[in-house]
C-alpha cells in the first residue's frame, strides 16, 4: 500500500524556517512527480511548489525566493524547504505523488507561522 507521510509541521514565528520531509513507502519514487499543496481555513487547495523526476521545478508566485523543494531519490523523501515565512503561509501542507495515472496524498502537516 502506498503511503506518503508528511513530518516536520508546527509553529513558528515570522521570518523563521520550516522543513518538511515527505517519505514515500511501497512505490518506485524515481519516475514520480513530487508536489507540495496547501490549504488555508476556507480556501481551496492550492499548488506550493512541484518537482519533476528530472528535477525541474516550479513554484506558486506567493512562495518563489523562499520556498525550495529538493527531492532525494535514494531516500524516497522530498522536502519542503521553507524560509521567510509570512502568516499567510499559514496552511495545512499535503505531500502528493504523482505517475502517469496514478496519484498519491499525504495526510497533510500543519504550519502555523505567528509571533
Known amino acids: 500500500q502506498v503511503q506518503l507521510v508528511e513530518s516536520g509541521g508546527g509553529l513558528v514565528q515570522p521570518g523563521g524556517s520550516l522543513r518538511l520531509p515527505c517519505a514515500a513507502s511501497?512505490?518506485?519514487?524515481?519516475?514520480?512527480?513530487m508536489g507540495w499543496y496547501r490549504q488555508a481555513p476556507g480556501n481551496q487547495r492550492e499548488l506550493v511548489a512541484r518537482?519533476?523526476?528530472?528535477?525541474?521545478?516550479n513554484y506558486a508566485d506567493s512562495v518563489k525566493g523562499r520556498f525550495t523543494i529538493p527531492r532525494d531519490n535514494a531516500k524516497k523523501t522530498v522536502y519542503l524547504q521553507m524560509n521567510s515565512l509570512k502568516p499567510e503561509d499559514t496552511a495545512v501542507y499535503y505531500c502528493?505523488?504523482?505517475?502517469?495515472?496514478?496519484?498519491?496524498w499525504g495526510q497533510g502537516t500543519q504550519v502555523t507561522v505567528s509571533s
Open positions: 502528493n505523488a504523482r505517475w502517469e495515472k496514478s496519484t498519491y
Open positions: 518537482i519533476t523526476s528530472g528535477g525541474s521545478t
Open positions: 511501497a512505490i518506485i519514487f524515481r519516475p514520480y512527480t
